[in-house]
Nanobody, 119 residues
């Protein structure tokens, strides 16, 4: 497992924007597939977006595609989630996760950062 440190959450109004960051100070960041998940109160943790080591990204199309952008800077060992046009239903704790090469699941998780969107 690797250490993941998230930041950037907060309170924003409907239609606003936030950028989440997730850093991994270890030497293996550039080889991992990285992802964002979120968990709303009383609900399961759900996939939001992922990006491979080479920059290929996938999204949960129904909920965030077109509004959220996942990206990574391997030199800075940082994962980002740019969130635009935020809606109250985006309110959740957002977690970053890491999947090592060859693994079939995400093995490392951050502590989570709260995003609250007011109407």
């Amino acid at each position: 497992q690797v250490q993941l440190l998230e930041s950037g959450g907060g309170l924003v109004r409907t239609g606003g924007s936030l950028t989440l960051s997730c850093t991994n100070p270890g030497p293996t960041f550039s080889t991992y597939t990285m992802a964002w998940f979120r968990q709303a109160p009383g609900k399961e943790r759900n996939f939001v977006a992922a990006v491979t080591w080479s920059g290929v990204s996938t999204y949960d199309a129904d909920s965030v595609k077109g509004r959220f952008t996942i990206s990574r800077d391997n030199a800075k060992k940082t994962l980002y989630l740019q969130m635009n046009n935020l809606k109250p239903e985006d309110t959740a704790v957002y977690y970053c996760a890491a999947q090592r090469p060859g693994a079939t699941s995400y093995e490392s998780w951050g502590q989570g950062t709260q995003v609250t969107v007011s109407s």
